[in-house]
């Protein structure tokens, strides 16, 4: 999905945010699922540091489950703001060829190899990102099915 807005009149979908949250609110919810489903209760433990005071778990427990929460938001805005930010860029560059072009043909050349280079670099931070939110939903299903053991 990053990569069908380099296409000609592609859109990608993943620079709206509100797209990007629900895909991690899914993925959320299903390792909440899938966490309770292997481990019971006993998946609460993931709130719960080991080796830590008695007098100081109240205040990591509420860390660590608001920690939990806010990965959803996090891998939102993560993978929206940088698909979005590396769009932007390329319509500013787009747009700067255009204007150049009103004033001379020769000066085209600069903006186009801008334009170039930006769109291998879009191409290699679309696979990264994607590669990002797949690495984080694996770690975070690593802490689901496993968590509750350190």
């Known amino acids: 999905m990053n990569l069908m807005g380099l296409l000609p009149f592609g859109y990608t979908v993943t620079s709206q945010v509100i797209i990007t949250f629900m895909l991690a609110l899914t993925v959320f919810i299903s390792l909440i699922i899938i966490g309770f489903a292997k481990n019971g209760i006993i998946f609460l433990k993931i709130f719960i540091?080991?080796?830590?005071?008695?007098?100081?778990?109240?205040?990591?427990?509420?860390?660590?489950?608001?920690?939990?929460?806010?990965?959803?938001?996090?891998?939102?805005?993560?993978?929206?703001?940088?698909?979005?930010?590396g769009h932007v860029l390329l319509n500013i560059v787009a747009g700067a060829t255009v204007y150049t072009l009103t004033i001379s043909v020769f000066l085209v050349i600069l903006p186009i190899l801008f334009i170039m280079f930006f769109m291998i670099l879009e191409i290699g931070i679309a696979c990264l990102q994607a590669y990002v939110f797949s690495i984080l939903t694996c770690i975070y299903l690593f802490d689901s099915l496993y968590g509750g053991a350190h």
């Open 49 to 85: 540091p080991s080796g830590i005071p008695l007098w100081l778990l109240p205040l990591l427990i509420i860390i660590e489950i608001m920690s939990f929460c806010l990965r959803p938001i996090s891998l939102s805005i993560r993978l929206g703001a940088n698909m979005l930010a």
